[in-house]
């Protein structure tokens, strides 16, 4: 069946930065964009980018200035979204998510990586 | 950017009840809306996208109505597993957005 199983939880301190993986199965990798969402505690969600897992492409929401980094590795199915100079307020569940195809969005998601940025 | 304006806030409301859920774009957005109903410390699940095609499995007491930026959910006779944050979500262009949630108990 479709998938998609993200890396585990992390720590980390301000300043540093963050990679997580989302691991697709059960479907084409190449013919779906990938979304990253995510959803700080007790808050609702918040779309951080997308990348297009055929060409590369991305695009992320502006309020992260540069600090998103979403790539993939085609060969293993996987996407990876990096982000850099973590404040506090980036502690979050980060979930990926598949968009679907004929104007479908988010159908299948990620079960969230906890990102906990604290000194 | 679209913003997305959510009502009620929350609501609880009986068993068997009708539940009326609105959602506003700040600007046109034709049909390009999706609602999400996300159970406590559970991951999102799309429920309707364009603003009213049942995804599938999704059972057809769930219903979505709107074009345009006036958008609506609603659920024809509330069941206990329905206990849940729904969010509505344009993709009509980026970026992405989402309303702030509307929270439904059982009363």
């Known amino acids: 069946q479709v998938q998609l199983v993200q890396s585990g939880a992390e720590v980390k301190k301000p300043g540093a930065s963050v990679k997580v993986s989302c691991k697709a199965s059960?479907?084409?990798?190449?013919?779906?964009?990938i979304h990253w969402v995510r959803q700080a505690p007790g808050q609702g969600l918040e779309w951080v980018g997308w990348?297009?897992?055929?060409?590369?492409?991305?695009n992320d929401a502006q309020k992260f200035q540069g600090r998103v980094s979403m790539t993939t590795d085609t060969s293993i199915s996987t996407a990876y979204m990096e982000l850099s100079r973590l404040r506090s307020d980036d502690t979050a569940v980060y979930f990926c998510?598949?968009?679907?195809?004929?104007?479908?969005?988010?159908?299948?998601w990620g079960q969230g990586t906890t990102v906990t940025v604290s000194s | 950017d679209i913003q997305m304006t959510q009502s009620p806030s929350s609501l609880s409301a009986s068993v068997g009840d009708r539940v009326t859920i609105t959602c506003r774009a700040s600007?046109?957005?034709?049909?390009?809306l999706a609602w999400y109903q996300q159970k406590p410390g559970k991951v999102p699940k799309l429920l309707i996208y364009?603003?009213?095609i049942l995804q599938s499995g999704v059972p057809s007491r769930f219903s979505g109505s709107g074009s345009g930026t006036d958008f609506t959910l609603t659920i024809s006779s509330l069941r206990p597993e329905d206990v849940a944050t729904y969010y509505c979500?344009?993709?009509?262009?980026?970026?992405?957005?989402f309303g702030g949630g509307t929270k439904v108990e059982i009363k």
């Open positions: 998510a598949r968009d679907g195809l004929s104007s479908i969005p988010m159908d299948v």
């Open positions: 059960g479907y084409t990798f190449t013919g779906h964009y």
């Open positions: 990348i297009n897992p055929y060409s590369g492409a991305t």
């Open positions: 600007q046109g957005i034709s049909n390009f």
């Open positions: 364009g603003a009213s």
């Open positions: 979500q344009q993709f009509n262009s980026d970026p992405l957005t």
